[in-house]
């Protein structure tokens, strides 16, 4: 029997995991740019997944089984959907307004919601489904541009970005946990970490034909790099293992919720090793993300 309360302590762990994954990210990009410290999360992540689900097997003494079609065709579209949301918001980020598109993306988790409901049958109760949009409008307002001079204003383009971005990571979300669920594995340990191994194989197979045919130099310069690019798929992959394992034992929206968490995380971090001041608005977002959080496990 799964204890009810150990898909909340999974996602909390994920979520603190992808934002050392994301500050390790960003000390990156000076070097290899937007697009090469993203794809190292994937790139240097597979051998770590492939290395977590041998530890499992070997844990539970249960041999991980070859994704079935319906585990693999899950898998596949989990995994494009991802590249796709991210290179979205890289898109974003080169808008001058990328801000907006941001604050868009925070949208997931009522997607997420969406796309459960129709793909996996995943029904909400009322209680959960108002905790996941008091949490979500808690997080778009900690996002949302201010005003000040270094944010720029609206623009179109970079809100259609953040939508179709956050469409493709909710995607992404319901994909995987349909990909583990067709697996029909007894032990979720398992069916969690062979499907992370084979999402990560998939998009690291795609990322680097992609370089090969476009941007070799890019490879070179990720190579020369492969230390701290180890780290940050370390912690990437680490992320995805707990992501993967809370899909296992519950909705893709209930997690994903909970997930916001990680935009506190953020701010923290953003403190402590950026020493960026949190502004009020900000600090109203955090408490009303925590409103959500809270009535999320009150139900």
């Given amino acids: 029997m799964v204890p009810s309360w150990l898909w909340a302590a999974f996602t909390v762990t994920a979520a603190g995991a992808q934002t050392l994954r994301n500050a390790m990210q960003r000390d990156l990009i000076a070097s290899l740019g937007t697009g090469g410290a993203t794809y190292v999360r994937f790139l240097f992540g597979l051998p770590f997944a492939v290395s977590f689900l ?20 899950f898998t596949l579209l989990a995994a494009v959907s991802q590249i796709f949301a991210t290179a979205l918001m890289l898109a974003a980020m080169r808008e001058r307004a990328f801000v907006v598109a941001i604050a868009y993306t925070k949208t997931e988790p009522v997607l997420v919601a969406l796309f459960g409901l129709v793909v996996l049958g995943d029904h909400l109760s009322t209680p959960t489904a108002f905790a996941v949009l008091v949490a979500t409008v808690g997080v778009t307002l900690m996002s949302w541009p201010s005003g000040r001079a270094d944010e720029s204003a609206y623009s179109w383009r970079p809100a259609a970005y953040g939508l ?19 697996l029909e594995l007894k032990n979720f340990i398992v069916a969690a970490s062979t499907i992370l191994a084979c999402g990560l194989a998939i998009q690291t197979a795609l990322i680097l034909v992609y370089l090969t045919l476009f941007d070799r130099r890019l490879i070179v310069s990720i190579g020369r790099l492969w230390r701290a690019s180890m780290t940050a798929g370390f912690t990437g992959a680490l992320a995805s293992q707990f992501w993967y394992l809370a899909f296992a034992i519950d909705t893709a929206a209930r997690v994903r919720t909970l997930a916001l968490v990680e935009m506190i995380f953020a701010q923290i971090a953003t403190r402590r090793l950026f020493r960026q001041e949190t502004r009020r608005r900000e600090l109203a977002g955090m408490a009303i993300i925590i409103a959500g959080v809270v009535l999320l496990l009150w139900d």
């Fill in 164 to 182: 179709v971005s956050a469409a493709a990571f909710a995607l992404s979300a319901v994909g995987y946990r349909a990909a583990i669920l067709a």
């Fill in 54 to 73: 041998v530890l499992v097997a070997i844990g539970t003494q249960e041999v991980p089984p070859l994704p079935n079609s319906r585990a693999l065709a």
